[in-house]
C-alpha cells in the first residue's frame, strides 16, 4: 500500500469507498494533477501490488477495478491520454469499451449553445452527468464502481457565470447522487484562487462537503532540486 493509498483509505482496493467524496487542493507551484492521473490509472486498470504476494499468484486474484466519469474543464482527452499512455494505461481503448467516460466541457455545445443562465447551464451538465452515470451503472457488470472526476472547479464557476453560489448548489447535489448511486466523487481545486477573505469561504464549503481533503503544497523550507512540494491528507470526521 502506497501512502497515496492510505491517505485515500483505500486499504488494498483500487476502489474508493461508495458515497465518498475526495476535494483535492493545490496551488500554481505545486500542481495536484498528478493525483488525478494516479487515480485514473487505479480504478481501470487496478494494481499490480496484488501479483508480487505469492498467495495472490497462487490464487490468481484479480485486482478489482472500476469505471470512471471524467468532466473536464481544464484539457482536452488527448492531454490526459498522453500522460496515461507514459503511466502504462492506455485511455482510448478504455473510453472505446466504456470504462472511461470523457465528458469534453471544452466544447462550446456540450450543455447547450443556446443556455444563457447559470443554473439552466449547471442543470444542464448535472443532467449529463447523471444520464451517463445511469448507462455506466448498468453496464458495469462485476467491475468494483463508478468514480466522477471533475478537473476543475474554478473553471466550473465559468459555466456559472461566475455563480460561487450556483456552484456549491450544483455540487450539493452531485454529493446527493454520489450517496443515492454508491458511487465516489474527486474534486480538483486551485485554493490559491480562493486565497482572499471574500473568496476563502468557498474553500470552507468544499471541505465541508469533503470525506477526505488533500493538500498539495509546497515545502516550508523553499525550492529543492528534485522535490517539488508535499501532499498531506486529512479525513473530516
Not at 486499504?11 to 487515480?39: E, M, R, W, Y
Not at 496484488?50 to 490468481?60: G, H, L, T, Y
Not at 454520489?178 to 482572499?196: K, P, R
Request: glycine residues 8%; contains cysteine; negative net charge.
Amino acid at each position: 500500500m502506497t501512502l497515496l493509498d492510505e491517505a485515500l483509505a483505500l486499504q488494498g482496493s483500487n476502489i474508493l469507498q461508495p458515497g465518498k467524496v475526495v476535494v483535492i487542493k493545490d496551488c500554481v507551484a505545486t500542481s495536484g494533477a498528478f493525483i488525478l492521473h494516479c487515480l485514473i490509472k487505479k480504478m481501470l486498470m487496478g494494481s499490480s501490488e496484488s501479483a508480487m504476494w505469492p498467495k495472490a499468484r497462487a490464487q490468481k486474484v484479480s485486482p478489482t477495478v472500476g469505471s470512471v466519469l471524467f468532466i473536464a474543464l481544464s484539457e482536452p482527452f488527448v492531454h490526459y491520454e498522453r500522460i496515461l499512455r507514459k503511466l502504462g494505461c492506455n485511455l482510448l481503448a478504455y473510453r472505446d469499451n466504456g470504462q472511461f467516460i470523457f465528458m469534453d466541457m471544452l466544447h462550446p455545445d456540450y450543455t447547450g449553445g443556446k443556455v444563457t443562465k447559470a443554473e439552466n447551464a449547471l442543470f444542464e451538465l448535472y443532467k449529463s452527468i447523471h444520464q451517463k452515470l445511469q448507462e455506466c451503472i448498468s453496464s458495469e457488470g462485476k467491475r468494483g464502481g463508478v468514480c466522477i472526476m471533475i478537473d476543475d472547479l474554478s473553471l466550473l464557476e465559468i459555466v456559472a457565470h461566475g455563480s460561487e453560489e450556483h456552484v456549491l448548489d450544483f455540487l450539493h447535489y452531485c454529493r446527493i447522487l454520489t450517496s443515492e448511486q454508491g458511487c465516489s466523487l474527486v474534486l480538483l481545486s486551485h485554493q490559491d484562487i480562493y486565497a482572499s477573505m471574500d473568496n476563502s469561504s468557498f474553500i470552507r464549503h468544499l471541505e465541508y462537503f469533503a470525506d477526505i481533503v488533500i493538500d498539495v503544497e509546497p515545502l516550508n523550507s523553499g525550492l529543492a532540486a528534485d522535490v517539488h512540494g508535499q501532499v498531506l491528507g486529512k479525513h473530516i470526521i
